[in-house]
């Protein structure tokens, strides 16, 4: 049984492989294409496998509308992970299409299709069809496919499959082209390889017991809307987690869930890191259309770098890092608009704003942002130091069009102060107690405030 476990996962990961060399032959030919041409060929050039993408939401005419509801809900990976972020330049990634499901809530998009259930496909795979457009897959301890061999949900049609035995849903599990997809991983052991989204619509995929979705787990986004739900205990916690070209909603409830590197890249993105010592690995928000927001508010929660575009600059992105002891080895922004909030102890690294930003604003609280923290948005900073001890060493602000205001209202809240403002103004308050212990220095064309006020 190991043997044969070990021949489908090298089968598994060499698809993969071929798949990605594939999708980077097709990335590279869109880039020497116009701009414009780009934005209409990029859903399409970023599906693995899908022939009906075109008649999706995402093809020109289908309507693309938005949804009813309103969205939102409330230690590994080390070296490895930090590689896979970095090393993947800018350039590397399409921008997702401007306007994809412009307006519907994170993880959803609009499914235009026209879906009927082919019994006999649905029956091949051991489904049964419901409601005429859904494939219905119960996948147990018996069952070859998806446990043995891989489930490919048919095409053209919804699929749901549900894990309803313990270690059930150990192979990998395609998809449907064209329909929605639904994983409910509901015992323990489930769902321990990859979930291809590829070339749906909308997948949700539901974690909900303790130990689920973990080992080889992973999910590969590429078109569709994603919805990633991880209640139980350590859940979520394996390979990287792709969001697809419409965006995303992943929560992570459980206790120590999403030990996976998060990657939340497409139209509008959220990552609610909610359980204690959740989203452990490093997480990324980049090129999003409509933003991207990380909550960060269990005990211990994201304790990686939380970077905002570094696969390619974000519209506009917000991170709260508020619960105790939260984000912990850094925040960086490069971003159109940066919001970036610490507070209960938060934010232990270094928090920035990098050169090539817009607008900046950094809010520090009680006791965080211990590190470094720094400002070189070209358009504003503004920086808050409100708290007790916050920002207690260097705070500096370097804008080279807009105004530079730092607030150092808390007890013993920052440091040194330098602020330089090519064509703005430095205002710098330090009305806090014992606050700018280090003194300040101002290099702009205007100054206000407590500009070169000496060491007290």
């Given at each position: 049984m190991t043997n044969r476990r070990r021949s489908l996962r090298a089968l598994v990961l060499t698809l993969g492989a071929v798949w990605a060399i594939t999708s980077c032959g097709l990335i590279d030919g869109f880039l020497d294409e116009g701009e414009d041409e780009n934005q209409d060929q990029t859903a399409a050039g970023l599906a693995p496998r899908s022939s009906n993408a075109a008649s999706g939401p995402y093809a020109p005419g289908a309507g693309g509308s938005a949804m009813a509801s309103t969205g939102g809900r409330g230690g590994g990976g080390g070296a490895a992970g930090s590689a896979s972020i970095s090393s993947a330049g800018s350039g590397e990634l399409s921008a997702p299409p401007v306007g994809l499901n412009s307006g519907a809530p994170a993880g959803q998009a609009k499914n235009n299709n026209q879906l009927t259930c082919d019994q006999a496909a649905c029956r091949a795979v051991g489904g049964r069809c419901e409601n005429e457009t859904t494939c219905v897959i119960d996948c147990d301890e018996r069952s070859l496919d998806?446990?043995?061999?891989?489930?490919?949900?048919?095409?053209g049609a919804n699929c749901e499959v549900n894990c309803v035995d313990e270690d059930s849903c150990l192979d990998l599990i395609v998809c449907p082209d064209g329909g929605d997809c639904k994983v409910n991983c509901s015992e323990v052991g489930t769902c321990s390889e990859l979930i291809d989204c590829g070339g749906s619509v909308n997948c949700e995929i539901n974690c909900?017991?303790?130990?689920?979705?973990?080992?080889?787990?992973?999910?590969?986004?590429?078109?569709?809307?994603?919805?990633?739900?991880?209640?139980?205990?350590?859940?979520?916690?394996?390979?990287?987690?792709?969001?697809?070209?419409?965006?995303?909603?992943?929560?992570?409830?459980?206790?120590?869930?999403?030990?996976?590197?998060?990657?939340?890249?497409?139209?509008?993105?959220?990552?609610?890191?909610?359980?204690?010592?959740s989203c452990s690995n490093l997480i990324d928000c980049s090129r999003d259309q409509e933003g991207c927001q990380v909550n960060c508010r269990g005990a211990d929660a994201c304790l990686q770098e939380v970077s905002c575009g570094k696969q390619g600059q974000t519209r506009q992105c917000d991170v709260k890092c508020l619960g105790p002891r939260t984000c912990n080895n850094g925040i960086s922004c490069l971003g159109d608009k940066c919001n970036l909030a610490c507070d209960n102890e938060s934010c232990a690294g270094d928090v920035s704003c990098k050169s090539g930003?817009?607008?900046?604003?950094?809010?520090?609280?009680?006791?965080?942002?211990?590190?470094?923290?720094?400002?070189?948005?070209?358009?504003?900073?503004?920086?808050?130091?409100?708290?007790?001890?916050a920002c207690p060493?260097?705070?500096?602000?370097?804008?080279?069009?807009?105004?530079?205001?730092?607030?150092?209202?808390?007890?013993?809240?920052c440091d040194t102060i330098a602020c330089v403002s090519d064509n703005g103004t430095c205002d710098l308050d330090c009305s806090g107690d014992d606050a700018c212990q280090g003194g300040t220095e101002c290099d702009s064309a205007a100054r206000r405030g407590d500009c070169f006020v000496d060491a007290r």
């Open positions: 998806c446990n043995d061999q891989p489930l490919e949900c048919p095409k909900d017991e303790d130990d689920s979705c973990e080992g080889g787990f992973g999910v590969q986004g590429n078109l569709a809307a994603l919805t990633l739900i991880c209640r139980g205990s350590g859940s979520c916690s394996g390979d990287a987690v792709e969001c697809g070209a419409a965006g995303c909603l992943v929560s992570c409830d459980g206790d120590d869930s999403c030990d996976s590197e998060m990657r939340l890249q497409g139209r509008l993105s959220e990552l609610d890191c909610n359980g204690t010592q930003s817009g607008a900046c604003t950094i809010s520090c609280d009680d006791d965080s942002c211990s590190q470094d923290v720094d400002c070189g948005a070209g358009d504003s900073c503004d920086i808050v130091c409100a708290g007790r001890d060493r260097d705070v500096s602000c370097d804008t080279s069009n807009g105004d530079c205001r730092v607030t150092c209202t808390g007890d013993n809240a």
